[in-house]
T-cell receptor, first 109, second 116 residues
Framework: GQNIDQPTEMTATEGAIVQINCTYQTSGFNGLFWYQQHAGEAPTFLSYNVLDGLEEKGRFSSFLSRSKGYSYLLLKELQMKDSASYLCAVADSNYQLIWGAGTKLIIKP | GAVVSQHPSRVICKSGTSVKIECRSL??????MFWYRQFPKQSLMLMATSNEGSKATYEQGVEKDKFLINHASLTLSTLTVTSAHPEDSSFYIC????????????FGPGTRLTVT
């Protein structure tokens, strides 16, 4: 079957760096998305990776290794507003998104 | 940026009644709209995908007669939960996308449905 694994919850300190991992097993691969979802709100797009390597976008970076079925989202200079859930989603061979359960990130002052 | 609205944001209905949820793309034309269901602390569950003017494609296990989807125009899709039961209580989120894959999905704010 198809599976996306992410840690359930992580805690980090304001100003620090945190890495949220995502491993996947899917039938085919057409890219990996990261979304941010604040409590009670809808997800918002953060990044899309389809080739191996690191994509940097401001304080957020996303890395992909297709051979390992692995991605991570790196958040730098953490701010309190970064407290949210981070969802990893993989597009399978039919371009259907398979969603992970999300990682709840708690930022402490 | 692209904005997607959903209405209502919260609805409480009695068991056996039907509820309609609207999803609108406000400043762009959405070639594809998606309907998701999300339980607390769980991942988004895709219910169906709809393209304007054609029938929705439902995911396995989703009853098409219970969850009626109409994609009437490039800016509007509706989800009607018919004969709602307490187990239908959930957070329903729509998203809209434009253009070919990899399209970015723009999500609506979600609708919290409670069936009593």
């Amino acid at each position: 079957g198809q599976n996306i694994d992410q840690p359930t919850e992580m805690t980090a300190t304001e100003g620090a760096i945190v890495q949220i991992n995502c491993t996947y097993q899917t039938s085919g691969f057409n890219g990996l998305f990261w979304y941010q979802q604040h409590a009670g709100e809808a997800p918002t797009f953060l990044s899309y990776n389809v080739l191996d390597g690191l994509e940097e976008k401001g304080r957020f970076s996303s890395f992909l290794s297709r051979s390992k079925g692995y991605s991570y989202l790196l958040l730098k200079e953490l701010q309190m507003k970064d407290s949210a859930s981070y969802l990893c989603a993989v597009a399978d061979s039919n371009y259907q998104l398979i969603w992970g359960a999300g990682t709840k990130l708690i930022i402490k002052p | 940026g692209a904005v997607v609205s959903q209405h209502p944001s919260r609805v409480i209905c009695k068991s056996g009644t039907s509820v309609k949820i609207e999803c609108r793309s406000l400043d762009f034309q959405a070639t594809t709209m998606f309907w998701y269901r999300q339980f607390p602390k769980q991942s988004l569950m895709l219910m169906a995908t709809s393209n304007e003017g054609s029938k929705a494609t439902y995911e396995q296990g989703v009853e098409k007669d219970k969850f009626l989807i109409n994609h009437a125009s490039l800016t509007l899709s509706t989800l009607t939960v018919t004969s709602a039961h307490p187990e239908d209580s959930s957070f329903y989120i729509c998203s809209a996308a434009t253009g070919p894959f990899p399209y970015e999905q723009y999500f609506g704010p979600g609708t919290r449905l409670t069936v009593t």
